[in-house]
C-alpha cells in the first residue's frame, strides 16, 4: 500500500461548490466522447480497415446512386411542370417532400425513443454515471445525443443526396446549400426530441406497458402507411400516373401538408430557397425560406429544454420504477415446436438432433433474433403480396422481361437479407460457443456432428421462410412454371451455400475474447463472410437470370440474334443452372472443410 | 455515518428489503452478509442512489439521499458488482473522466490519479484500453475511480469476486486501512472469512429483513453451539 488516504474536511457545502458547473459537465463529457471517438477511429484505421472501407465505400455508393436517382427524378418533373417558381412545379415538389419528410418524421421519433430507452435504462454505463455527481437533466442529454446521432444519421444518409440532386435539377441559389444543413439538423432535432419526451414519459407513468404501447403505436403506424400505398395504388391499371390518379392521390395526401408539421416547414423552407427571385422586390425567397429555418430552430431549441426539464424530473424516478418490476418466472416445458422439429429432422442422428434443436430453442428465446427475422421478412413478404401490378399488361413483352427481372431481383433481395442474417446470428454461433465450449468440449459427440448440426440448423432453418417468400413473389407476379422452379432450385442453393460459408467461416476464424454477436460479426470474419456472400448472390442470381431471360423473350417474340434460338438457350439454361450448383458446392464444402479442420484441432 | 431508517423496498408484490433499520459509524468496517435474494445489493442499490425505497428514508452524512443525491455523491465511493470501463479508453482516461466529474482541476487531477495509480499498482497497464484488461485489472481501476474523490464512505458489492491472491490482499489492507483512518466502508460479501478478518461488525439479512447486526463475538455468545468460525455462525444462523 502506498500511502494511506487523508481524511477530507468535510465541510460537504465547500465540496459540493467545487462540483462542476452545468456546462463544465457538458464540457466533461465532450471529452470523453473525443477520447473515445479517436481510441476508436485508431482502432478502425489499425485493426478493422477491411470493414471501415467497405462501410465507407458501401455509404459512398449508396449515395452516389440516391443522387443520381433523384438528380434524373427531379430533371424530370422539372422537365414537366417547369421550374421553381411555377406554381405546378411547387405543388407536384411539395407532395413529394412532405410526404417524404413526414414518413422520416414519424419513424425519426420512434427510433430516437426506442435507442434512448436503451441506453437510459438498459445500459450498463448509466449505472456509472447515475453514482457520479452528475445533474440528471445532463445524463440524459448526454445520452440523447447518442439517440440523436444514431437515429438521424439514417435521414441525413437519405435526404442529403436528394436536396443536393434537388438544388443542381433546379439551379438552386448559393443560400439554398447555405440553409440546407441548418434545416436538415434543425428539422431532425424535432422528432428525435419528442420520441426523446415520449420515451421518459412512458417509462415513468406506465413502465410495465411499454412494449405493448410502442408495439400498438408502431403497427398502427403500419396500417396508416400500409393502407395510403394500397389505397394509391388500388386505382384501375390505366389509370396509374394519369392526371386523375395524381389529382385523387394528391388529395389523399393532404394530411402530410398540415401547416403545424416540422416536415412542411422544411419542404416549404427548402422550396423558398430554391425558387429565383420574383419581380416583387419585396418577396425575398432567402428571408422567406430563413423564416421557416427560425420556425424550426425555435422549436427544435424549445424540445431541447423540455427535454433537459423532462429528464430532470423524470429520469431517475422512471429509472427506479422500470426497477421495481418483479422479475418474471418463466417456466419452460418441451415446446410443440421442438417436438415437431425433432419428427422433421427424423433422418439426421440423434445428436444432431439434439444439437439443431438446442439452437432452435436459443433461437427461439432470443427476441433480439427472432424479432429482427421477423420485421425484415414481414416487410418482404408485405412487399411481395402487393407487386402484382404487372399483371395487367403481361402480353406486352417489355411488361413480361420486367416481370421476369423483378422476379430475380426478389429472389436476390431474399437472398441479400438472408446474408445478414447469416452474418450477423450464425457465423458467431461457434465463437459464442467458446465460453461454454467446456460443456460441447466434453460431451461424447464428435465435434464434426456440433458443425454440422449448426449448419443443418442454419440451412434447415432459412430454407422454408426464404422458399416461401420467393414462391409467394412468383404466384404474385405470375412468372410462369420454368421460372418457378429455377427460382426454388437457386433459393435452396443459396439457403446452403449462404449457411456452409458462414458455419465454416466461423470455425475458421473464431473470436472467443467477445461476448456480443454483434461485434463478432462486425469484425474482419463476419466482414468477410459478408463480402463473399453478397457475390455469391450475385453471381448465382445472374447465371440463372440471364439465361431465363432471354428464354422467356425468345418463346414470345423474335429475337435476332442466332445464339438466342431455342437450342442454344437451353444450353444456357442449363449451364447457368449447371455453374450455380458447381458454385454453390464450392462456397459450401471450401468452407466447411476448413471449418471442421480448425474446429477439431480447436483448444479454448 | 450511514442510516437505513425503516427502509423497505418491494419489486411489484415481492419484498426485497423489509424495515430495514441499520447504521454504520465513521471508522468502521461492516459486512452486509446474506444468501442471494437477501436483500444486500438491493440496499447497497438505495444507499448509493441508483434505486429508491418504496418507504424510509436513507441518510448519509445526515443528508437524505434522494433529496440531496449530488452531495452525498461526493461523500461515496462506490464499486458494484459488475463494474463497468469503457472499453475504448484507457484506465488513465477513464481515472481522468471521473476526477473530472468530481470537479478537480487539472493539477489535483493529475496528484490523485497518481495517488490512486500508486495504491493499486496500475503503472503497467494503466495507458492500454480497458478492453484488453483481465478481471483483476478492471476491478482494481474501478477501486481506484470510486477512491479518486478521496471519498468518507466507500460502499462495495462483492469486492473479492474473481480477484487473484495479489489483488485480494490489495482490496484487504486497503478496506482496513481506509477505515482506521476514520473513514466508513460498508461491503457486501459471500466471503465470510474476509469478513470475519476485516469486518468491524456483521449485519446478516434473510429474505430482505435484518436478522442479526453486531460484532462476531457476539454472534458466537448468541450461537454458543454453532462453532467458533465465522462460517459455521452464519450457516448455523441462516437454519434457524
Known amino acids: 500500500m502506498s500511502d494511506v488516504i487523508q481524511s477530507t474536511d468535510l465541510d460537504l457545502d465547500h465540496l459540493c461548490e467545487r462540483l462542476p458547473s452545468h456546462e463544465r459537465e457538458g464540457q466533461v463529457f465532450w471529452k470523453l466522447r473525443s477520447r473515445i471517438g479517436r481510441n476508436q477511429l485508431k482502432y478502425l484505421l489499425t485493426e478493422s480497415r477491411l470493414r471501415t472501407g467497405l462501410v465507407v465505400g458501401l455509404s459512398l455508393l449508396f449515395w452516389i446512386g440516391l443522387f443520381a436517382l433523384f438528380y434524373s427524378g427531379f430533371t424530370f418533373v422539372v422537365s414537366q411542370v417547369g421550374l421553381p417558381g411555377v406554381r405546378e412545379h411547387a405543388q407536384t415538389v411539395r407532395f413529394v417532400f412532405t410526404l417524404f419528410f413526414v414518413s422520416l418524421q414519424v419513424m425519426l421519433v420512434f427510433s430516437a425513443g426506442i435507442i434512448l430507452y436503451g441506453g437510459l435504462y438498459a445500459s450498463p454505463e448509466t449505472v456509472l454515471l447515475m453514482v457520479l455527481p452528475i445533474r440528471d437533466e445532463r445524463l440524459v442529454f448526454y445520452r440523447f445525443q447518442e439517440a440523436l446521432f444514431f437515429s438521424s444519421w439514417g435521414f441525413f444518409l437519405l435526404a442529403s443526396p436528394m436536396m443536393v440532386a434537388y438544388g443542381l435539377a433546379v439551379s438552386a441559389p448559393w443560400y439554398y446549400y447555405a440553409y440546407l444543413p441548418a434545416l436538415m439538423i434543425a428539422f431532425a432535432y424535432i422528432p428525435c426530441a419528442l420520441g426523446a419526451i415520449a420515451c421518459l414519459l412512458l417509462l415513468s407513468r406506465i413502465p410495465h406497458m411499454r412494449r405493448i404501447i410502442v408495439g400498438g403505436a408502431a403497427v398502427a403506424v403500419s396500417a396508416i402507411a400500409y393502407h395510403s400505398i394500397w389505397s394509391t395504388l388500388d386505382i384501375a391499371g390505366a389509370d396509374v400516373l394519369g392526371a386523375s390518379w395524381f389529382l385523387e392521390t394528391f388529395r389523399r395526401f393532404e394530411f402530410t401538408r398540415g401547416e403545424w408539421l416540422p416536415s412542411t416547414w422544411l419542404s416549404n423552407g427548402l422550396l423558398d430557397a430554391a425558387r429565383p427571385q420574383s419581380p416583387d422586390p419585396t418577396d425575398l425567397p432567402w428571408v422567406e425560406s430563413g423564416k421557416y429555418l427560425v420556425v424550426l430552430l425555435s422549436n427544435a431549441l424549445i424540445l431541447h429544454l423540455a427535454v433537459l426539464w423532462t429528464g430532470k424530473r423524470l429520469f431517475r424516478e422512471s429509472y427506479s420504477g422500470l426497477h421495481s418490476r418483479q422479475a418474471r418466472v418463466v417456466h419452460l416445458q418441451l415446446s410443440w415446436i421442438d417436438r415437431v422439429a425433432d419428427r422433421l429432422m427424423g433422418m439426421f442422428s440423434r445428436d444432431t438432433r439434439l444439437l439443431i434443436i438446442k439452437d432452435l430453442r436459443l433461437f427461439r428465446r432470443d427476441p433480439v433474433q427472432w424479432s429482427q427475422f421477423l420485421i425484415f421478412f414481414g416487410l418482404l413478404l408485405l412487399y411481395f403480396a402487393n407487386v402484382d401490378r404487372f399483371r395487367q399488361h403481361r402480353s406486352d413483352v417489355s411488361v413480361l422481361a420486367w416481370v421476369n427481372v423483378v422476379s430475380f431481383l426478389n429472389l436476390a433481395v431474399v437472398g441479400l437479407i438472408l446474408s445478414t442474417f447469416t452474418t450477423r446470428f450464425i457465423y458467431p454461433l461457434i465463437s459464442l460457443e467458446g465460453h461454454r465450449f467446456w460443456i460441447l468440449g466434453r460431451l461424447p459427440v464428435e465435434r464434426d456432428t456440433i458443425l454440422w448440426g449448426k449448419f443443418l440448423f442454419a440451412a434447415c432453418g432459412s430454407w422454408v421462410p426464404c422458399a416461401g417468400l420467393v414462391l409467394v413473389s412468383d404466384i404474385m407476379l405470375d412468372v410462369k412454371l420454368l421460372v418457378v422452379v429455377v427460382h426454388q432450385v437457386i433459393c435452396l442453393l443459396l439457403c446452403i451455400g449462404l449457411s456452409g460459408m458462414a458455419v465454416g467461416l466461423g470455425a475458421l476464424m473464431p473470436n472467443f475474447s467477445d461476448p456480443s454477436p454483434s461485434k463478432i460479426a462486425a469484425g474482419f470474419g463476419g466482414t468477410l463472410n459478408l463480402v463473399l456472400s453478397a457475390l455469391y448472390i450475385l453471381l448465382v442470381v445472374l447465371l440463372t437470370a440471364l439465361p431465363c431471360h432471354f428464354y422467356l423473350l425468345a418463346t414470345t417474340s423474335e429475337m435476332p440474334s442466332k445464339l438466342l434460338k431455342g437450342e442454344y438457350l437451353n444450353l444456357w439454361l442449363g449451364a447457368g443452372i449447371g455453374f450455380s450448383i458447381a458454385i454453390a458446392v464450392i462456397v459450401t464444402v471450401v468452407p466447411m472443410r476448413l471449418g471442421l479442420k480448425a474446429f477439431r484441432q480447436l483448444e479454448v | ?240
Not at chain 2, 55 to 81: A, F, K, N, T
Request: charged residues 25%; aromatic residues 6%; negative net charge.
Open chain 2, 1 to 240: 455515518m450511514i442510516h437505513f431508517r425503516c427502509v423497505t423496498r418491494t419489486y411489484g408484490t415481492h419484498v426485497a428489503v423489509r424495515e430495514l433499520e441499520l447504521s454504520v459509524a465513521e471508522g468502521e468496517v461492516l459486512a452486509l452478509l446474506g444468501h442471494n435474494g437477501a436483500g444486500k445489493s438491493t440496499s447497497l442499490k438505495m444507499l448509493v442512489g441508483l434505486l429508491r425505497p418504496s418507504s424510509g428514508v436513507v441518510e448519509v452524512g445526515g443528508h437524505d439521499v434522494i433529496q440531496h443525491r449530488r452531495e452525498v455523491s461526493r461523500l461515496i465511493g462506490y464499486v458494484p458488482d459488475q463494474p463497468y470501463l469503457y472499453e475504448k479508453l484507457s484506465g488513465r482516461e477513464f481515472l481522468q473522466f471521473v476526477a473530472d466529474m468530481y470537479g478537480m482541476t487539472s493539477a489535483e487531477s493529475r496528484e490523485a490519479v497518481e495517488r490512486e495509480v500508486d495504491r493499486f499498482e496500475l503503472t503497467e497497464f494503466l495507458d492500454q484500453l480497458a478492453e484488453s484488461y483481465s478481471h483483476g485489472m478492471r476491478q482494481r481501476t474501478v477501486f481506484a475511480a470510486a477512491l479518486i474523490h478521496q471519498p468518507k464512505i466507500l460502499v462495495v458489492d462483492e469486492p473479492m469476486v474473481g480477484l487473484d491472491p495479489f489483488s485480494i490482499r490489495l482490496v484487504k489492507d486497503l478496506l482496513r486501512t481506509y477505515a482506521n483512518k476514520g473513514n466508513t466502508v460498508l461491503m457486501s460479501t459471500h466471503t465470510l472469512s474476509i469478513a470475519e478478518e476485516i469486518a468491524d461488525r456483521v449485519s446478516v439479512m434473510r429474505n430482505g429483513e435484518l436478522v442479526f447486526d453486531g460484532t462476531v463475538g457476539q454472534l458466537r455468545q448468541e450461537l454458543p453451539a454453532a462453532g467458533e468460525s465465522l462460517e459455521s455462525l452464519y450457516l448455523a444462523l441462516m437454519k434457524e
